[in-house]
């Protein structure tokens, strides 16, 4: 049995009322709520153990390194990697994302190279590598999409050329809620040596992830898409990659020694994490991890592919409705849209019935295009939602549809 009550008691905002009426919270995929577990990792760390780390000698700058660098040692081991210093913390995905674009492209894309990515991706995983290859007068090139929302694997396949320096994929879509086979589209990429950037900022908090059993070359994700604070994500890369790539801050704490003349760098991880961290940000995600590793991985993937199929089912009986994303591979988000009905005047009506879910294009406006559709009304869902805040989606929907059609 999944102890649905107990977890839901341990999110207050969830008992918050809009417009008089409890909140149904469907916008998972923007940001998750936290629970109390990591609300009180951060006060806690405030009330008794806040201090700037690596730098003192004295208790409190001690307590708080460990506490730090534990918690680097909780997420190698969340995410199967090999060694601490082979994750990097950043502010989340968009900064992990701009860190490896900025910085393997000054050392390996040089004019006349060659980026893939996909035709799905979020603007974080987008814009960082177009303005990278604009710059460097590099190529981007797109893997399309199946009729169902998935990759297509053998467009994929074309697209690799000798001058392909690097592909970079969502493990699963923001929009479509397709799950990526990125094992496989590692796999291939390794063939040709080209080595694969992962966007994990909608699956880290929905699935296992083993980097080392999917051969990833960076792993990028943000906390507070996994019931953790905003503000700090996380980089995993290869040791190899990292060790070879070139500093993408300058200042304190990435020094070994500076001169007035030139500056040696700091050892991994510290070279890629420049100035005074996060540190209540990485206590929060370390506490989410715990928080997550306690109800376990598998069951929330069984709670939550329970909720997407009840969901899919449900939604697909509304008159007019199309779900946009229907791979058989599917994460727990829904994007659909009402028959001629403009997503904002739909989200609206959703809104007044105390339903939270988001419309618009999801920083996904390439995909945008490319489905031809303005946007989305998207409900995402994470495993504090129940079958009956879904039902009430169903009836704000429908209310929208009446009311609109
Ligand atoms: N990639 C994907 C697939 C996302 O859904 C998001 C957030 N919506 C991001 C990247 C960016 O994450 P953040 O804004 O936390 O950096």
């Given at each position: 049995m999944f102890p649905i009550e107990k977890i839901r008691a341990d999110f207050p905002i969830l008992q918050t009322k809009v417009y008089n009426k409890p909140l149904a919270y469907f916008d998972n995929a923007a940001t998750t709520q936290k629970p109390l577990q990591?609300?009180?990792?951060?006060?806690?760390?405030?009330?008794?153990?806040?201090?700037?780390?690596?730098?003192?000698?004295h208790f409190l700058s001690v307590k708080a390194t460990e506490a730090y660098e534990d918690a680097r040692c909780v997420i190698r081991d969340f995410i199967h990697a090999q060694h601490s210093h082979e994750i990097i913390f950043t502010r989340g995905t968009t900064e992990a994302v701009n860190l490896v674009a900025d910085s393997f492209g000054k050392k390996f894309i040089a004019e006349g190279d060659e980026v893939i990515t996909s035709v799905m991706e979020h603007h974080s995983n987008f814009v960082p590598w177009q303005q990278m290859c604009l710059q460097r007068k590099a190529t981007l090139k797109f893997i399309p999409?199946?009729?169902?929302?998935?990759?297509?694997?053998?467009?994929?396949?074309?697209?690799?050329?000798?001058k392909t320096r690097l592909v970079t994929v969502t493990h699963i879509s923001n929009v479509l809620g397709t799950i990526n086979p990125v094992k496989e589209i590692i796999a291939m990429a390794h063939q040709h040596a080209i080595?694969?950037?992962?966007?994990?900022?909608?699956?880290?908090?929905?699935?296992?992830?083993?980097?080392?059993?999917?051969?990833?070359?960076?792993?990028?994700?943000?906390?507070?898409?996994?019931?953790?604070?905003?503000?700090?994500?996380?980089?995993?890369?290869?040791?190899?990659?990292?060790?070879?790539?070139?500093?993408?801050?300058?200042g304190g704490e990435m020094i070994k020694d500076v001169f007035f003349t030139h500056t040696t760098f700091n050892e991994l991880p510290f070279k890629f994490e420049a100035g005074t961290p996060?540190?209540?940000?990485?206590?929060?995600?370390?506490?989410?991890?715990?928080?997550?590793?306690?109800?376990?991985?598998?069951?929330?993937?069984?709670?939550?592919?329970?909720?997407?199929?009840?969901?899919?089912?449900?939604?697909?009986?509304?008159?007019?409705?199309?779900?946009?994303?229907?791979?058989?591979?599917?994460?727990?988000?829904?994007?659909?849209?009402?028959?001629?009905?403009?997503?904002?005047?739909?989200?609206?009506?959703?809104?007044?019935?105390?339903?939270a879910v988001r419309t618009g294009h999801h920083c996904a406006m390439p995909l945008?295009?490319?489905?031809?559709?303005?946007?989305?009304?998207?409900?995402?869902?994470?495993?504090?939602?129940?079958?009956?805040?879904?039902?009430?989606?169903?009836?704000?929907?429908?209310?929208?549809?009446?009311?609109?059609s």
């Open positions: 990591v609300i009180r990792a951060i006060t806690g760390y405030y009330e008794k153990e806040n201090c700037n780390i690596h730098r003192g000698v999409l199946l009729e169902d929302g998935s990759l297509d694997i053998a467009a994929f396949q074309t697209l690799i050329t000798e080595p694969v950037l992962i966007d994990g900022a909608q699956s880290v908090a929905h699935m296992n992830i083993d980097v080392q059993d999917l051969d990833a070359d960076f792993y990028c994700f943000s906390g507070h898409k996994m019931y953790a604070p905003m503000g700090i994500g996380v980089l995993y890369g290869k040791e190899r990659w990292l060790e070879e790539m070139p500093p993408y801050q300058m996060n540190v209540e940000g990485v206590l929060g995600l370390r506490a989410a991890i715990r928080y997550l590793h306690d109800i376990g991985m598998d069951q929330i993937e069984a709670y939550e592919r329970d909720l997407l199929s009840y969901a899919t089912q449900r939604l697909l009986g509304i008159e007019g409705l199309k779900i946009y994303g229907t791979s058989k591979h599917k994460a727990s988000v829904i994007s659909f849209l009402l028959h001629k009905i403009h997503p904002y005047d739909a989200g609206m009506i959703i809104d007044k019935m105390s339903v945008m295009e490319y489905l031809k559709i303005p946007g989305t009304i998207r409900a995402s869902f994470a495993f504090y939602n129940t079958k009956e805040e879904i039902d009430r989606l169903l009836e704000a929907v429908k209310k929208a549809n009446e009311m609109l």
